[in-house]
């Protein structure tokens, strides 16, 4: 079973690369993603299951912290239970990917697993702006990756792209850094990019090391594990969902709420994504790197949103959105 671990922070586009290798790998191979959303209510699962894919959503909270037992439990009940051909593993955008690493990477899955892959999808936006504040998180990101993905490049200039390659090739000179538009990738260059890369399967626990032991007291696969705890791991964040059952929304009121996220009115949002239905349609509406987009989906009876920043007023928060709802004449 291959391993797939596909991470980034929060908006780099991880569930819209996720969605490609479905649709390119899909019809010859028995794939499984694994879901693990920051926040009450989960929004990448649902998006995941429309392209056709076999999703498992873990529970709120962060598989290298507070659910790395639920981690391990269900990573055994797809392997004994569903066997899969390829496990996609997407954490939260504020995981810390060196703890996922001493899970799958331990000897309890050492004869099942094949082959393990750690991707990073970084965000062109947003890439050294997030470098500059937390500089020890994107580190320890990068430092993991095999391949970089850098999204988003046809959102910034050429050279800001070229300074941000420049600056994850500093951090990782071993990584293959891949620019790309909307995830899409060249697929014959990322197997290559693959196939140049260490593989990183089967990895032993050093002689002496008790297979479990918290990463932080050892180092597994010869790097040294960089554990930081749970209100380090969420860097500050908050996260605020709703759920409406069988309501209908505004569009234009909606796309000012979104617009209204974009400015310190409600809080500092990072991050904003919402499924809502709108009339005979649904909607997915994201503010992501400071740039808000819409697209339709195929229809629920559901909408939802999920919020991740600072000092959220979620109050006001809630009432803007009721305000959205579309009133029946």
């Given at each position: 079973m291959?391993?797939?671990?596909?991470f980034?922070f929060?908006?780099?586009g991880?569930?819209?690369f996720?969605t490609?290798?479905?649709?390119?790998?899909?019809?010859r191979e028995?794939?499984?993603v694994?879901?693990n959303?920051?926040?009450?209510?989960?929004?990448d699962?649902a998006?995941?299951?429309e392209?056709?894919?076999?999703?498992?959503?873990?529970p709120?909270?962060?598989?290298?912290?507070?659910i790395?037992?639920?981690?391990?439990a269900?990573?055994l009940?797809i392997?004994?239970?569903i066997?899969p051909?390829?496990?996609?593993?997407e954490p939260?955008g504020?995981?810390?990917?060196?703890?996922?690493?001493?899970?799958?990477?331990?000897?309890l899955?050492?004869?099942?697993?094949?082959?393990i892959?750690?991707?990073?999808?970084?965000?062109?936006?947003?890439?050294?702006?997030?470098y500059r504040a937390?500089?020890?998180?994107?580190?320890s990101?990068?430092?993991?990756?095999?391949?970089?993905?850098?999204?988003?490049?046809?959102?910034?200039?050429?050279?800001?792209?070229?300074?941000?390659?420049?600056?994850?090739?500093?951090?990782n000179?071993?990584?293959?850094?891949?620019a790309?538009?909307?995830?899409e990738?060249?697929w014959?260059?990322?197997q290559l990019?693959?196939?140049?890369?260490?593989?990183?399967?089967?990895?032993?626990?050093?002689a002496?090391?008790?297979?479990?032991?918290?990463?932080?007291?050892g180092?597994?696969?010869?790097?040294?594990?960089?554990h930081?705890?749970?209100?380090?791991?969420?860097?500050?964040?908050?996260?605020?969902?709703?759920?409406?059952?069988?309501?209908?929304?505004?569009?234009?009121?909606?796309?000012?709420?979104?617009?209204t996220?974009?400015t310190?009115?409600?809080?500092?949002v990072?991050r904003?994504?919402?499924?809502f239905?709108?009339?005979?349609k649904?909607?997915?509406?994201?503010l992501?790197?400071?740039e808000?987009?819409?697209?339709p989906?195929?229809?629920?009876?559901q909408?939802?949103?999920?919020?991740?920043g600072r000092?959220l007023?979620?109050?006001d928060?809630?009432?803007?959105i009721?305000?959205?709802?579309?009133?029946?004449?």
């Amino acid at each position: 079973m291959i391993v797939d671990i596909v991470f980034g922070f929060l908006g780099s586009g991880k569930t819209t690369f996720i969605t490609r290798v479905i649709k390119e790998w899909g019809d010859r191979e028995k794939i499984v993603v694994l879901v693990n959303e920051f926040g009450e209510v989960g929004i990448d699962g649902a998006l995941l299951r429309e392209q056709g894919g076999n999703v498992v959503e873990m529970p709120s909270g962060c598989i290298c912290c507070t659910i790395q037992s639920d981690f391990r439990a269900q990573l055994l009940d797809i392997m004994q239970n569903i066997k899969p051909q390829r496990v996609i593993i997407e954490p939260t955008g504020v995981a810390t990917v060196t703890q996922i690493r001493s899970i799958v990477e331990a000897q309890l899955f050492e004869k099942a697993i094949s082959e393990i892959r750690y991707v990073l999808i970084a965000d062109a936006i947003g890439f050294m702006g997030l470098y500059r504040a937390n500089p020890h998180f994107v580190e320890s990101q990068v430092k993991n990756a095999r391949i970089v993905l850098l999204n988003k490049c046809d959102r910034v200039e050429k050279s800001k792209a070229m300074l941000t390659r420049n600056a994850i090739s500093a951090i990782n000179p071993e990584a293959t850094v891949i620019a790309t538009e909307f995830g899409e990738v060249d697929w014959g260059e990322y197997q290559l990019a693959l196939s140049a890369s260490p593989v990183f399967g089967n990895v032993q626990i050093p002689a002496g090391l008790p297979a479990g032991i918290p990463a932080e007291e050892g180092a597994i696969g010869g790097l040294k594990p960089v554990h930081l705890h749970d209100a380090e791991d969420a860097l500050g964040y908050e996260s605020f969902g709703l759920v409406y059952d069988d309501l209908s929304f505004e569009e234009k009121l909606l796309t000012n709420f979104f617009g209204t996220l974009n400015t310190t009115e409600m809080g500092e949002v990072v991050r904003a994504k919402g499924i809502f239905r709108v009339g005979d349609k649904s909607l997915l509406i994201e503010l992501a790197s400071g740039e808000l987009s819409s697209q339709p989906i195929r229809q629920g009876s559901q909408s939802k949103i999920s919020i991740i920043g600072r000092g959220l007023k979620r109050k006001d928060i809630g009432a803007a959105i009721e305000r959205c709802v579309l009133q029946e004449s």
